[in-house]
C-alpha cells in the first residue's frame, strides 16, 4: 500500500486536495492518498491523528497556490513532512505558479506544475515508490492517458475560482484568453503564458475586453489590421470620442539600418513595413478619427514588446538568435502584469517614453510627419 499525506491550505487548495485523493486511486489503484478534513490555517493544529499520518505515510503532496504559498502553516507542514519522511518524497504541487515562484521551504523540493508531461513525472515518481508491486510503465501510462482528461477539466474549473483581493480587469482579461485556444496561465504575482503573442486570437482577446484604453508597441502590427478584427475599428471613432485611449506605435522604415537589420530576422523587412503601413493607413483612414492622434513610429532598439489592456500590461521580451537579430515574436511566450505594480508602471512609462519620442503618422499619404 503507497500511503500519499496531502498537504493543502484555502479553497482552491482544498479543491485540489479533495480530487486528486480520488483520482490518484483510479491511475494507482495500490495508493492510499489521505488529506485532513479541516483547513490548517484554521482549528486546531497538529491533532494526534495528523502527527500519526505523517509517522505512517511515504510521500507528501503539498498543494500550493499563488494565495497560499506564503503561508506560514504550510511551510510548517512541508518541513514536518520532510522531517518525518527522512529519504521519502515531498512534493510542491502548483496551480498558477512556476517553480521558480516558490521561496523559503519550498524550493529545496522537486516542484510540479499541472502540465501533462510534468504530471506524469510525478506519477511515475509515485510508482516507484512501491517497489516490488510498483506497475508497469505502459500500463502505468495507459491508466494515466485515460484519466488525465477528468483532471484537466477539474483543473480548469478550480482555476477559474477568483482569488480574494485579486483585480477583476486583470483577471477578466485572463479568463478571455481561453475562449481563443490559448494556453492555461501560470498564476502567480504576474500569468504566464508559454505561446500566443502576436496572435490573432490575442489581438481578438484585446479588441473585445478593452474597455477604457488600448496600447501596442509592436513591429509591424499586421494581423492587428486584418480583416478578423474590422469589427473593431468600425466602431473605435465612437469609443475615441466617448474617451477611448488607443495608441499604436509600429516601427518606422525609415529608421537607421542598424535598427531595421537587429529588429527582425527578415532582410525584407523594410518592405514589409511598408506594406503593414500601407494596409494600415488604409483601415484608419476609413474611421475618420484623427489619425495621427493615434498611430505613430518610432526608429529606435527596443528590448520589450508590450500591449497595455485597462488595468493588464502584456508583455515579451525580444529575444535575439546568434547573429544579433530580433527572434519572431508571433506565438511567443508573453507575460500579463497589474498595470498599477511597480513593474507594471516602467513598462507604462517605457510606452509612453517612445510615443513621445516618435513621429505621427501623415493621415494622407501614410508618412511620418516630422517633428519641430
Given at each position: ?17 479533495e ?6 486511486r483510479k491511475v494507482?489503484?495500490?495508493?492510499k492518498p489521505?488529506?485532513s ?18 509517522l505512517?505515510?511515504k510521500i507528501g503532496?503539498?498543494c ?5 504559498y506564503?503561508a506560514?502553516?504550510l511551510l510548517f507542514e512541508a518541513?514536518?513532512?520532510s522531517?518525518?519522511l527522512g529519504d521519502a518524497?515531498?512534493c510542491?504541487?502548483?496551480?498558477g505558479m512556476?517553480?521558480s515562484?516558490l521561496?523559503?521551504?519550498l ?11 510534468d504530471?506524469f513525472k ?5 510508482n516507484?515508490?512501491?517497489?516490488d ?9 495507459d491508466?494515466?492517458?485515460m484519466n488525465?482528461?477528468?483532471?484537466e477539466e ?8 477568483e482569488i ?6 486583470v483577471s477578466?482579461?485572463?479568463r478571455?484568453?481561453?475562449r481563443?485556444?490559448?494556453p ?5 504575482s504576474q500569468?504566464?503564458f508559454s505561446s500566443g503573442f502576436?496572435s490573432?486570437?490575442?489581438y ?7 474597455k477604457d484604453r488600448?496600447y ?7 494581423k ?5 478584427h474590422i469589427?473593431f475599428f468600425?466602431g473605435?471613432?465612437?469609443r ?5 485611449d ?5 516601427l ?6 542598424h535598427?531595421?537589420r537587429?529588429a ?6 523594410k518592405?514589409?513595413?511598408?506594406g503593414c503601413?500601407?494596409?494600415?493607413m488604409?483601415?484608419?483612414?476609413m474611421?475618420n ?7 505613430r ?5 527596443r528590448t520589450?514588446?508590450?500591449m ?5 500590461v502584456l508583455y515579451?521580451p525580444?529575444s535575439?538568435?546568434e547573429?544579433g537579430?530580433?527572434?519572431?515574436l508571433?506565438k511567443?511566450p508573453?507575460?500579463?502584469i497589474?498595470?498599477?505594480?511597480e513593474f507594471?508602471k516602467?513598462?507604462i ?5 517612445h510615443?513621445?519620442c516618435?513621429n505621427?503618422?501623415n493621415?494622407?499619404e501614410?508618412r511620418t510627419?516630422q517633428?519641430?
Amino acid at each position: 500500500m503507497l500511503n500519499i499525506f496531502i498537504s493543502w491550505s484555502g479553497e482552491r487548495s482544498r479543491a485540489i486536495a479533495e480530487f486528486l485523493s480520488q483520482w490518484l486511486r483510479k491511475v494507482i489503484q495500490i495508493s492510499k492518498p489521505w488529506m485532513s478534513d479541516f483547513d490548517i490555517e484554521k482549528g486546531k493544529r497538529w491533532s494526534q491523528e495528523i502527527g500519526k499520518k505523517l509517522l505512517s505515510h511515504k510521500i507528501g503532496i503539498i498543494c500550493v497556490t499563488p494565495e497560499n504559498y506564503k503561508a506560514s502553516w504550510l511551510l510548517f507542514e512541508a518541513g514536518a513532512l520532510s522531517k518525518s519522511l527522512g529519504d521519502a518524497k515531498v512534493c510542491p504541487l502548483l496551480l498558477g505558479m512556476s517553480p521558480s515562484e516558490l521561496s523559503g521551504p519550498l524550493t529545496q523540493f522537486q516542484a510540479t506544475i499541472f502540465d501533462k508531461k510534468d504530471f506524469f513525472k510525478l506519477i511515475k515518481a509515485l510508482n516507484s515508490e512501491i517497489k516490488d508491486l510498483k506497475i508497469e510503465e505502459k500500463i502505468l501510462k495507459d491508466a494515466f492517458e485515460m484519466n488525465w482528461p477528468e483532471l484537466e477539466e477539474k483543473i480548469s474549473e478550480i482555476t477559474k475560482i477568483e482569488i480574494p483581493g485579486s483585480r477583476a480587469k486583470v483577471s477578466r482579461v485572463i479568463r478571455a484568453f481561453a475562449r481563443y485556444g490559448l494556453p492555461e496561465p501560470i498564476m502567480g504575482s504576474q500569468a504566464f503564458f508559454s505561446s500566443g503573442f502576436e496572435s490573432h486570437g490575442l489581438y481578438s482577446t484585446l479588441t473585445e475586453v478593452a474597455k477604457d484604453r488600448l496600447y501596442i508597441f509592436g513591429r509591424k502590427n499586421r494581423k492587428f489590421f486584418d480583416k478578423e478584427h474590422i469589427e473593431f475599428f468600425n466602431g473605435l471613432k465612437k469609443r475615441v470620442e466617448e474617451g477611448f485611449d488607443f495608441k499604436l506605435l509600429c516601427l518606422d522604415p525609415n529608421a537607421p539600418e542598424h535598427v531595421l537589420r537587429t529588429a527582425h530576422q527578415d532582410d525584407d523587412l523594410k518592405t514589409q513595413l511598408e506594406g503593414c503601413i500601407k494596409s494600415a493607413m488604409d483601415v484608419l483612414n476609413m474611421t475618420n478619427i484623427t489619425v495621427e492622434n493615434h498611430f505613430r513610429m518610432y526608429d529606435v532598439s527596443r528590448t520589450m514588446v508590450c500591449m497595455i489592456v485597462d488595468d493588464a500590461v502584456l508583455y515579451s521580451p525580444v529575444s535575439m538568435d546568434e547573429s544579433g537579430r530580433a527572434k519572431k515574436l508571433t506565438k511567443a511566450p508573453f507575460s500579463v502584469i497589474n498595470a498599477n505594480s511597480e513593474f507594471g508602471k516602467e513598462l507604462i512609462d517605457m510606452f509612453k517614453s517612445h510615443w513621445n519620442c516618435s513621429n505621427p503618422i501623415n493621415k494622407d499619404e501614410g508618412r511620418t510627419c516630422q517633428s519641430t
